[in-house]
């Protein structure tokens, strides 16, 4: 790709990222977006097809992001279980960025479910892995000792499906004190029940 269109893309994304905050996928058109740049109104489809390709494009954008954020703060980290909680810690907190800065389109969430799910199993799976490596990482240290290796990946799963709900409830109330309270309290016994 070259870099006029990688620009003109980005550019694009930057103007529906606005719209989307602002109104939700759903009432927002790919004409609106392109006249939102001062461009013709069939502008962005000559560079997307629809303005899902663009939501798309956006949220691996944050996502890629959160991840280059969530490695930078392991990355401080001398212990496994410090890089576990920075780990933890990161991603809630990422994804409570996300749900504030996008309240209408996460509204929109059930109606674009089948579009979205996907990419939300996509991003999950590498949470996962990510933690799964880590709780290796500390029974081959032996800095946890309660957990066998075969036992990782279900433990990873596990925490996945406990931080789903800790979304989840944030999502349909934006009470920040009520799920930073329980996600401490959960990442102080994950890692005790560990070590």
């Not at 798309?56 to 992001?65: L, P």
């Not at 389109?105 to 490596?133: P, R």
């Not at 946890?144 to 433990?155: A, D, G, H, Q, S």
């Amino acid at each position: 790709m070259h870099i006029k269109e990688e620009q003109a893309k980005q550019e694009i994304l930057e103007a529906a990222k606005k719209l989307f905050q602002k109104y939700g996928i759903k009432k927002t058109t790919m004409e609106e977006i392109s006249e939102s740049m001062g461009k013709s109104n069939k502008y962005a489809y000559y560079y997307f097809k629809n303005k899902e390709e663009i939501f798309f494009d956006i949220a691996t954008q944050e996502v890629t992001h959160v991840a280059e954020k969530i490695e930078r703060a392991m990355e401080k980290e001398t212990t496994v279980a410090g890089k576990i909680r920075a780990f933890m810690q990161g991603r809630f907190h990422a994804m409570r960025e996300t749900i504030t800065l996008y309240p209408i389109t996460m509204s929109e969430m059930g109606a674009n479910w089948s579009t979205l799910s996907s990419f939300a199993v996509s991003v999950n799976e590498k949470f996962v892995t990510v933690l799964e490596m880590l709780l290796k990482e500390g029974v081959k240290t032996g800095e946890f000792k309660k957990i066998k290796l075969n036992e990782c990946r279900i433990m990873a799963e596990v925490y996945a499906d406990i931080m789903s709900g800790l979304d989840s409830q944030f999502a349909m109330t934006l009470k920040t004190y009520a799920v930073d309270a329980k996600l401490d309290i959960f990442i102080k016994n994950f890692i005790r029940g560990l070590e």
